[in-house]
């Protein structure tokens, strides 16, 4: 949580009732992407009460899709999130010299989330996430009020 008592824009995201959906798909929906196919398993992935998520937010759709093409070229996820979120809130300042310095130590980092703390779609997307490495993610997008995010979560249990 960002501050005492103060929720990030992606926590506000995550908890809110807002309406959430994918580019080019229905309301709700998020798009996956899983660099390495032949690591997938057809398993499905066992019920967990919490998530350690990561994500990217970007304000503006052209910025997500420079996040996406970073980490689509191999780029670590810690690193993009460093160079391209914009999650103000979350950080907790509005000097830019103090903006970049938390940016670069919270590299996205939202920690563990409880099921049931996030809003439905974002919460869905990260639940439906297999745990992956910030140096080889998997990954989803979804859209909110508060923008475009860049989901990957790092352990379940």
Request: charged fraction near 30%; charge should be positive.
């Amino acid at each position: 949580m960002a501050g005492k008592g103060k929720l990030s824009a992606a926590e506000k995201a995550a908890s809110s009732n807002s309406k959430v959906s994918g580019k080019g798909k229905g309301k709700g929906e998020a798009k996956t992407y899983v660099k390495d196919q032949s690591s997938g398993s057809d398993a499905k992935l066992k019920a967990a009460t919490a998530i350690n998520v990561r994500h990217i937010l970007c304000e503006k759709f052209s910025r997500k899709e420079d996040a996406l093409g970073k980490l689509q070229q191999g780029g670590k996820f810690d690193e993009v999130a460093r160079e391209f979120s914009e999650d103000k809130q979350r950080q907790g300042e509005n000097n830019a010299i103090q903006l970049a310095l938390i940016r670069k130590v919270r590299r996205g980092a939202l920690g563990w989330k409880v099921r049931g703390s996030l809003n439905g779609a974002f919460e869905k997307a990260a639940y439906d996430l297999e745990p992956s490495t910030t140096n080889n993610p998997i990954f989803a997008e979804v859209k909110t009020v508060f923008g475009y995010h860049i989901i990957m979560v790092e352990g379940r249990r």
